[in-house]
């Protein structure tokens, strides 16, 4: 029972230099567990996620991913 994690860049460089952008990241044991607990799992500090989105809708750190999910972890940026 598995979902698809994909990172955005800053997260990439960051906490997963290893990350494949045509593969994303595959948590075996992820459906069933609740955002936090998966990006923990990740090894990704939770302050560092400032949204997340699940097959495309925006949810909550509480929410309890389900089998096949495809979730998206982004940074705020900003500049000037």
Avoid at 27 to 44: E, H, P, S
């Amino acid at each position: 029972m598995s979902v698809r994690v994909d990172l955005s860049p800053i997260l990439r460089r960051k906490y997963r230099p290893d990350y494949d952008p045509d593969k994303g990241l595959i948590v075996d044991d992820g459906a069933g567990k609740t955002l936090n607990q998966i990006v923990q799992g990740l090894g990704i500090p939770l302050d560092e996620v400032t949204s997340a989105l699940v097959n495309h809708h925006v949810v909550q750190p509480s929410y309890i991913a389900k089998d096949g999910d495809w979730i998206l972890l982004t940074v705020a940026i900003s500049g000037g």
